[in-house]
């Protein structure tokens, strides 16, 4: 079909509405532009998104909603001030029809800020800005993963509900960091617990040597923090290294030991973390999950690959609705919401701001695993505060 551009199918598709034909042809491509990192301290998390969504797309034989689709994949390097130009490279040169992206929150904003402009479907597979199912909330915008708040949340009342009293949160300075800073905040006093100090670094860097030298003073019994990706790694190991890891408890969104254990070794044994998935979760859609990723990609599953994957989920389901129109936004967004997405997390349901409601487990790295230990709090959905959409 050649470079057909979104703006061309529309015009075609309301003249064949007045012809009383079918809006979509069936064969037309659907171009999804894939804005993702695929280097820098978040590169495996892209790929292992990557992959799962293509994946989902390969086991509906190439096609969602009988259209077969192009995958347009970028490296936004989590980089956000690369962020704008990326995204209008996207919508503008390569004229996509659906955006999926992307990890870091901050990179999200002007992903974010396209889909509501130019009400192209975005689905983020990762980033927890708050924002963008909040106040910035959208008919175009959906999420598979998370809001930054919900993973700290559950970890600040599972730190309460086991007896603690205070704790630190440490973090990458930028949105994701300081948003779960709230939520753990908010987690531990649910529970009559508090949060007594935060200690920040620079996004990405990694000399953690200045904060790790001020937690024995703090006077607290846990440490909970967010880092992810080659980050993650670097801090579980120094705080070993520094002898901390049997003086105070660390923990954190489960992003800390996520996909990284194997790097971290025997510096991780015992972390504490909550999240939206776990390696061992015993449900059959889980398993097949894990064994046909570790297949065709020859790596572990992680929650990356199951907000990749679920990501596909959402849009077949929305495409199915809107009958293979994706510029058809309230049809799409209707789809979704009245789906429920058989996740390899557990079945959820998106909530009306349209971030998923999902059971936030408590994990223990343990033997090279993240085991789950129990549900830190069950069917948690994000609070949606400002979301203005209609029906939120
Ligand atoms: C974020 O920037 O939202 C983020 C990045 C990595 C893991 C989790 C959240």
Same mark, same amino acid.
């Given at each position: 079909?050649?470079?057909?551009?979104?703006?061309?199918?529309?015009?075609?598709?309301?003249?064949?509405?007045?012809?009383?034909?079918?809006?979509?042809?069936?064969?037309?491509?659907?171009?999804?532009?894939?804005?993702?990192?695929?280097?820098?301290?978040?590169?495996?998390?892209?790929?292992?998104?990557?992959?799962?969504?293509?994946?989902?797309?390969?086991?509906?034989?190439?096609?969602?909603?009988?259209?077969?689709?192009?995958?347009?994949?970028?490296?936004?390097?989590?980089?956000?001030?690369?962020?704008?130009?990326?995204?209008?490279?996207?919508?503008?040169?390569?004229?996509?029809?659906?955006?999926?992206?992307?990890?870091?929150?901050?990179?999200?904003?002007?992903?974010?800020?396209?889909?509501?402009?130019?009400?192209?479907?975005?689905?983020?597979?990762?980033?927890?800005?708050?924002?963008?199912?909040?106040?910035?909330?959208?008919?175009?915008?959906?999420?598979?993963?998370?809001?930054?708040?919900?993973?700290?949340?559950?970890?600040?009342?599972?730190?309460?509900?086991?007896?603690?009293?205070?704790?630190?949160?440490?973090?990458?300075?930028?949105?994701?960091?300081?948003?779960?800073?709230?939520?753990?905040?908010?987690?531990?006093?649910?529970?009559?617990?508090?949060?007594?100090?935060?200690?920040?670094?620079?996004?990405?860097?990694?000399?953690?040597?200045?904060?790790?030298?001020?937690?024995?003073?703090?006077?607290?019994?846990?440490?909970?923090?967010?880092?992810?990706?080659?980050?993650?790694?670097?801090?579980?190991?120094?705080?070993?290294?520094?002898?901390?890891?049997?003086?105070?408890?660390?923990?954190?969104?489960?992003?800390?030991?996520?996909?990284?254990?194997?790097?971290?070794?025997?510096?991780?044994?015992?972390?504490?973390?909550?999240?939206?998935?776990?390696?061992?979760?015993?449900?059959?859609?889980?398993?097949?999950?894990?064994?046909?990723?570790?297949?065709?990609?020859?790596?572990?599953?992680?929650?990356?690959?199951?907000?990749?994957?679920? $990501?596909? &989920?959402? !849009?077949? =389901? @929305?495409?199915? %609705? #809107? +009958?293979? /129109?994706?510029? $058809?936004? &309230?049809? !799409?967004? =209707? @789809?979704?919401? %009245? #789906? +429920?997405? /058989?996740?390899?997390?557990?079945?959820?349901?998106?909530?009306?701001?349209?971030?998923?409601?999902?059971?936030?487990?408590?994990?223990?790295?343990?033997?090279?695993?993240?085991?789950?230990?129990?549900?830190?709090?069950?069917?948690?959905?994000?609070?949606?505060?400002?979301?203005?959409?209609?029906?939120?």
């Amino acid at each position: 079909m050649g470079q057909i551009s979104r703006r061309t199918i529309l015009a075609g598709a309301a003249a064949a509405v007045a012809l009383g034909r079918p809006a979509i042809a069936q064969a037309a491509p659907l171009k999804v532009g894939m804005m993702l990192p695929f280097s820098g301290t978040y590169a495996a998390l892209g790929e292992n998104i990557a992959s799962a969504f293509e994946l989902l797309i390969a086991e509906n034989g190439g096609k969602l909603a009988g259209r077969p689709v192009t995958l347009i994949r970028l490296d936004d390097e989590s980089d956000p001030a690369k962020a704008p130009a990326n995204v209008n490279r996207l919508t503008e040169r390569d004229n996509v029809d659906v955006l999926l992206g992307t990890v870091h929150s901050g990179v999200v904003m002007a992903l974010v800020q396209a889909a509501r402009e130019k009400q192209i479907p975005l689905f983020i597979p990762n980033a927890g800005n708050v924002a963008a199912t909040r106040e910035l909330c959208s008919p175009s915008v959906f999420r598979s993963s998370f809001s930054n708040w919900q993973p700290a949340y559950g970890m600040g009342r599972a730190l309460a509900t086991r007896g603690v009293k205070k704790a630190a949160w440490v973090t990458w300075d930028y949105a994701a960091g300081k948003e779960s800073g709230e939520g753990f905040r908010d987690g531990l006093r649910a529970g009559g617990a508090e949060m007594t100090h935060q200690l920040t670094v620079p996004f990405p860097e990694t000399n953690f040597q200045p904060i790790l030298a001020q937690i024995s003073g703090l006077g607290v019994e846990a440490v909970g923090s967010f880092f992810a990706g080659g980050g993650a790694i670097q801090f579980v190991k120094d705080y070993a290294a520094a002898g901390l890891r049997d003086k105070v408890q660390l923990c954190g969104s489960g992003f800390l030991t996520e996909g990284v254990l194997k790097p971290q070794g025997a510096a991780a044994e015992g972390i504490l973390t909550a999240l939206h998935y776990g390696d061992g979760l015993d449900n059959a859609k889980n398993l097949a999950f894990r064994a046909v990723f570790k297949a065709k990609t020859g790596r572990d599953a992680d929650v990356y690959a199951v907000q990749g994957y679920d $990501a596909g &989920q959402m !849009l077949l =389901a @929305g495409l199915v %609705a #809107a +009958k293979g /129109d994706a510029a $058809a936004v &309230q049809a !799409l967004a =209707a @789809g979704i919401r %009245a #789906a +429920k997405i /058989d996740s390899p997390r557990g079945a959820f349901t998106l909530s009306a701001s349209h971030n998923p409601v999902q059971t936030i487990w408590l994990r223990q790295a343990k033997d090279g695993q993240n085991k789950v230990i129990g549900a830190a709090v069950e069917a948690l959905a994000d609070p949606g505060a400002g979301c203005k959409m209609a029906g939120a």
